[in-house]
């Protein structure tokens, strides 16, 4: 779970340390107080995307730190552990945005990419948004949300690189078909070229080592005569250095029987002494070896200009030319695959089949899983005010299929609005779809393997009865995981384990978020703030009470 979240310079929060607890919590306070602020931080440690507006106004950087207690997520430590990091105990992540906009990531101080930060958030931080049903329109969102739902995604990879590798057999099929006297044209061109690479053997390693050679020899005079000059001030002359370090080394040395303060003087110029007689003999050893060769400077020349030739010829960088070679040689293969039309239709056969058979197994668990997923989210229909509303999820056939499978997936409801089961789009209101949405993420949360879940303003639009069901929906899932929740309800802020309200306050003409841990009194006053009104009254106050009792 969540153990401490430490924020730097983040938007409007300059310093904040925050520990966690386990269970259901929330976080309150006025609009634009800065609450969904500390959830964007959350975020950014775990690889969200980011740009300098991010960071406070007048800082440099902005820096998120959190800490996780690896005993609650297993498989972020297997992660760890695949990845040769440190596994024990606790995890730390820490995202470090530099104004600049480049951003670096770390975990448990080791410096990892953004996308493997990505990687291991996966299994420990589900985070809803409050735009969430609004995405829930969306047909690609809801196929995404079944099949992640099921942990389909394994299997959905699978199916999409069965459907490329068909597409690509049946384009080389068409090509093939329709243009054999262009494939033996364009297998005659690639043949040329690719003897011509091969003949070439050239590598990158070869045209580094080739240039830094060409470099010496072209300037071995230069480079004779600077270590020569070099050794006659450092060694040789009448008034070498080397001597001269010698003798002041040796004074010092002597002197310092009459002030020992001056030993740890002498000490550093022994040291210097005998740092200096490294130098020389490396340089000597350098001066022995470097010579003039014409002849091989000549060949060095001849071989750059060939290379550069041949790049200049197929408009690349010499480097590339080893990569242009293999791509050339498996284009011929597949151009010579080709001029074989009843293999190519074997291998379209085939390709087809593979596809039929990964989508068909998909289609069959995401039936399976649909069918779960109407029945939980129904159930939570009803104790969101939404009685007699049943949930549904559609497989629509797709004729050919295609890289997500053989259907297309619609959320629908029935009961609502008439008998007959419609697309969610159709039938739902603002207010229904807010709850319907709600209901989906509660048993998507259920089945989900992170310790962590966090709502981010996922009850807006509702109220009253409904919202007193919603917050005991998220304390019944808090006493199972850590549960994090955003929100301006306080029949929601009420049922929590623990509340933080965060407020602004001016710093030096400045803003800056801050947040504090209620309990007692305060808990109260900001319950009764939430539930309304001007002033706060006694009255006011005995609600909070009676709705902190509840809980």
Known sequence: MLCRLTIRDFVLVDRLELDFQAGFGTLTGETGAGKSILVDALAFALGDRADASLIRAGSE??????????????????????????????LLLRRVLDANGRSRAYLNGSPV???????????????????????????????????????????????????????????????????????AIER????????????????????????????????????????????????????????????VAHRLQDLSEYDPALSEIAALVQSAQAELAEAISALRRYADRVE???QRLAEAERRIDAVLGCARKFRCSPVELPALLVRWQERLTIVGQ????????????????QYEQLAQQLSGQRAKAAAALGRDVSQVMQQLALGGGRFEVGLLPVDGGNAAGMEQIEFRIAGLAGSEPRSLAK???????????????????QAARVPTLIFDEVDVGIGGGVAEVVGRLLRELGAERQVLCVTHLPQVAARANWQWQVSKVAVADQLRSHVATLTGEARVEEIARMLGGVEITAITRQHAREMLKLS
């Open 113 to 183: 990419t953004v996308q493997q930060l990505r990687e291991v958030a996966e299994s420990l931080v589900d985070i809803h948004g409050q735009h969430a049903h609004q995405s829930l329109l969306r047909s690609e969102a809801q196929r995404a949300l079944l099949d992640s739902h099921a942990a389909l995604e394994p299997l959905l990879a699978e199916v999409a690189g069965a459907w490329r590798q068909w597409r690509e057999a049946r384009t080389l099929l068409d090509a093939a078909s329709n243009g054999l006297e262009a494939l």
């Open 188 to 247: 005659e061109q690639l043949s040329w070229q690719v003897r011509e690479l091969q003949t070439l053997g050239f590598s990158p390693e070869e045209w580094l080592a080739l240039n830094e050679e060409h470099q010496r020899l072209a300037h071995a005079a230069s480079l004779v005569e600077g270590a020569q000059s070099s050794l006659q001030v450092l060694a040789e002359g009448d008034s070498a250095c080397e001597a001269q370090v010698a003798g």
């Open 292 to 294: 003039l060769d014409p």
């Open 427 to 445: 039938v739902a209101s603002g207010g229904e779809l807010s709850r319907i949405s709600l209901a989906i993420q509660v048993v998507a949360s």
């Open 338 to 353: 080709a001029a074989d039309i009843a293999a190519l239709e074997q291998r379209v056969a085939a390709a087809r089949a």
């Open 61 to 90: 950087r902005a820096e998120v730190n959190a800490e996780f207690d690896l005993a609650a997520a297993p498989a972020a430590a297997d992660w760890l552990r695949a990845h040769d990091l440190d596994a024990q105990g606790v």
